[in-house]
């Protein structure tokens, strides 16, 4: 095989070094195992307190028969009777507590007729004191702590009797023991069983002042909403009445002054004017009698609406002195009067809400309001930058602002979108329809 030249080949660049690893590399981690979502629904009731409540109950009868009947020389029978009747109360301390109460009872009276006062504790053995606490518990935990404190009591006075009576009944020597240990077991169990009501009484309680405390919070929420609702249309309707009020009473003057202002006037003519005019009146009449009471008290001024594009200009001036630059462009077609009044104060109140937000929030960023024509209609943009570093917002103590913008652009037929920009500012568009001569 014939070599090449060296001048054939191509020369083959130099490997750079691979750098030396001074860190090592971190062990893969393995994912997680998720359950899939079929085993996750049907997982999911069993977190619930009654599930709870229900396994325990099931746990205490696999533990307490055999305990019973093995350590506490119960008969196998009466022992799976007796644990059965304290489980069951224990679960029916969920629906009827006063027969889980009874249900019990009866299972630990049952017990203690029948165990060996010398295999162990006694009256009480301890698969029926772990039952009874947990029932005491459940009854505190579900705010009926009297309840509870009632069974507590019986079942205290039931055991007191049950050792008297084995006390009056002991005559030998041998069983002394055995009853001076049933009086301490006694001891133990009234103060175990209290503490564990005292335990749950108190869980139980702390549920319901959080339970409380949420309600009433979302009561509080759901009425400051309504509040401000109805506050706002109470405003939508004041500027109506005072647009509508202006417009009858101009209707009222030209009809009466008709005859004096149009030379030789028909009679027939004069008598449809006078007509009208006394129409005019008596609706402005009837229409300051029902709407008069949406005005506040106090509130005497004139019926001619003030808001409108011409105190535009005031809004942005009162954002300057905030310390915002305020760029106010507002479109030549939109001049004086090309606008029904009721539009106009819509617009109004739009632009005043988007600068109040600017003044609140972002005390001293540039603002830029646009009022544009936009087939078909009339487009408001408050657009404003990120606040700059200086003193800090205003807190704000409402909230519910742009509700009032969306009544006042629904009574239009218009939209309202509110969302932050990419440069973190904030736009506040409306577009409202319109038609110029409609």
């Known amino acids: 095989m014939r070599r090449r030249p060296r001048s054939e080949t191509a020369p083959r660049p130099p490997r750079p070094p691979r750098p030396r690893r001074l860190l090592r590399r971190r062990p893969r981690r393995l994912p997680r195992p998720v359950l899939p979502s079929s085993v996750r629904a049907r997982l999911r009731p069993l977190a619930t307190p009654r599930a709870v409540v229900v396994l325990l109950a099931l746990t205490l009868y696999a533990v307490g028969a055999p305990v019973t009947a093995g350590v506490h020389g119960v008969p196998a029978g009466v022992a799976t009777g007796a644990v059965l009747l304290q489980c069951a109360g224990l679960v029916l301390a969920l629906v009827r507590a006063r027969l889980a109460v009874a249900s019990a009872l009866a299972g630990v009276l049952l017990v203690a007729l029948a165990a060996d006062p010398q295999a162990g504790p006694w009256p009480w053995t301890v698969p029926a004191l772990l039952t009874y606490g947990c029932l005491l518990t459940v009854l505190g935990v579900r705010r009926q702590w009297r309840l509870g404190l009632a069974a507590w009591a019986l079942s205290l006075a039931l055991t007191t009797a049950l050792v008297a009576v084995a006390d009056l009944l002991t005559v030998d020597s041998w069983a002394v023991t055995w009853v001076d240990d049933a009086w301490t077991d006694l001891v133990v169990y009234g103060s175990n069983s209290a503490l564990l ?6 869980v139980g309680a702390r549920r319901r002042v959080r339970e409380e405390l949420a309600r009433s919070r979302r009561d509080t929420e759901a009425e400051q909403a309504r509040r401000v609702v109805l506050e706002e249309r109470n405003r939508i309707a004041r500027d109506l009445h005072d647009v509508v009020a202006h417009s ?15 030379p030789d006037l028909p009679p027939a003519a004069q008598a449809e004017f006078d007509d009208i005019a006394a129409q005019a009146r008596t609706a402005l009449a009837e229409m300051r009698t029902l709407l008069g009471v949406l005005r506040s008290r106090g509130d005497g001024g004139d019926l001619v609406p003030r808001a409108g594009l011409d105190g535009l200009g005031e809004l942005a001036e009162g954002a300057r002195r905030a310390g915002s630059t305020v760029r106010l462009h507002v479109d030549p077609a939109l001049g004086e009067n090309a606008l029904p009044p009721s539009a106009g104060i819509v617009v109004h109140r739009i632009v005043q809400e988007g600068l109040a937000n600017v003044v609140r929030h972002a005390t001293g960023a540039d603002v830029e309001v646009v009022v544009r024509r936009a087939d078909p209609g009339i487009v408001v943009e408050v657009r404003n930058g990120p606040a700059p570093e200086g003193p800090a917002p205003a807190a704000d103590a409402g909230g519910h602002g742009l509700v009032g913008v969306r009544e006042r652009a629904a009574l239009l037929g218009g939209s309202v979108s509110a969302a932050p920009t990419a440069d973190g500012g904030f736009l506040l568009r409306a577009a409202l329809p319109w038609e110029p001569g409609a």
């Open 197 to 202: 009501l005292g335990a749950g009484s108190v």
């Open 248 to 262: 009858m009473s101009v209707i009222g003057v030209q009809a009466t002054t008709a005859r004096y202002r149009i």
